[in-house]
DNA sequence: CGAACCCTTGAATCCTTTCAAATGGTGTGG
DNA sequence: CCACACCATTTGAAAGGATTCAAGGGTTCG
């Protein structure tokens, strides 16, 4: 019934505001859920790893487009064809509900960083979520037994998209980087490279 | 199977990192879901009005504090009861997928004001965001037939519960209110009371 | 090798916050 | 019924942090 796909980094997936005819679930990569005002600020508003699910069931239009941000291989679906199936089968609907809870969870304690946190602990907070989310994704260069947060990682994201993933400008952003490294907290070892070398200050910077 | 319980205006139903002990439906009233910070910031990242649900099925601890704004009633279960229950009854749990589905739309939506917003584009998205929540529940000072969005209302909110609504500080909040009122854009008859006089122009303030 | 792009760095500006004080409305008690 | 105290809100001035504008590296890829 799915059909796959693969989208290559950059390209988009579903438009913000269109009709919600298809829902997806991510096999490999990493795709961004953006929202857009009418003068180009942009705001990430949900990223989806592998095994997430993506798309609006049950709705008209979706809120948010979501973009590729590597390559990625995905499973699509029909909207249609979705719900219907899904309202065939509990199990599914109620996999799809704890799903669904736990990332309005995730997307409160955001509201909370962006609305009420400062540039540094802004940064703090990402590296820390970063270095947990992609710890459970085989994203890690580290390839160790147990899978805590990884202390090393390649970030799915340029500067401009961590700046619209925090509310900040992509100035900020690099500055903060910059200093993290000054202090000897993190170490940037590529563009895109972070390891993270006094876990505790940045639990102490993260607010 | 549902106690009903009153819950008078400041006092907390649910507290943030309590184990998930007990769900509710709003009957009558407004309520804040809420997130702090360790020195006692706060964000507001939801508002529950009549009918809406409130609480943590499927899940151990509840992400937010819930407190009510005005006097409320509500209705709780026992949250092992409910996630009993609902298991049992797929129409329910689509219900609620349904219901938390569009609430993750909203809190989407609020991530955008949050990161990417100044200061009167907030306010301006917030006046216009009441105007239509608060039209569909009766909260309405103006008895019309058809429900658009109201043009008078009374707010649910303290200028301080604005300003955690918006990532903003009191002071912030008072002199934007000012501002539209000096503009012609808004009256306000009381502390809480907002009359929208220039509709056009406060969408376009919005952003 | 050069061009394009991304990232970093610098300086000035602006918006929001912070700190402080005044105002105003509310409720209580005399 | 009025005086007073209390709390929320408003207003002012100064400070600060993030943005804006601008320029300068550094990579990558044709």
């Known amino acids: ?13 579903i438009w913000e505001d269109d009709d919600s005819l298809l829902v997806a679930n991510v096999i490999e990569g990493v795709l961004k859920l953006t929202t857009s005002t009418a003068d ?17 069931p049950f709705g008209q239009t979706s809120a948010a487009s979501v973009v590729a941000l590597t390559d990625a291989r995905v499973c699509v679906f029909a909207r249609n064809d979705f719900d219907r199936f899904a309202r065939e089968h509990p199990e599914l609907e109620h996999k799809l509900l704890e ?29 820390l979520d970063m270095s947990e989310r992609l710890a459970d994704n085989g994203c890690v260069h580290q390839p160790g037994a147990q899978s805590g947060p990884a202390r090393q990682f390649t970030l799915p994201f340029s500067r401009q998209q961590v700046a619209d993933l925090l509310g900040l400008t992509i100035e ?34 993260a607010g």
Chains 1, 2 share one sequence.
Do not use: C, H
């Open 99 to 127: 799903r669904t809870l736990a990332e309005l969870d995730r997307t409160r304690a955001w509201m909370m960083l962006l609305g009420r946190k400062s540039a540094p602990e802004k940064i703090a907070t990402f590296l």
């Open 1 to 13: 019934m799915g059909r796959r796909r693969t989208v290559s980094a950059g390209e988009p997936l």
């Open 40 to 56: 180009g600020r942009e705001q990430i508003v949900g990223v989806a790893y592998p095994s997430d699910f993506i798309g609006r």
């Open 172 to 205: 900020t952003v690099s500055r903060q980087f910059t200093k993290l490294k000054a202090d000897g907290v993190v170490a940037l070892p590529g563009r895109r490279d972070v390891e993270i070398l006094n876990r505790g200050a940045l639990m102490a910077l």
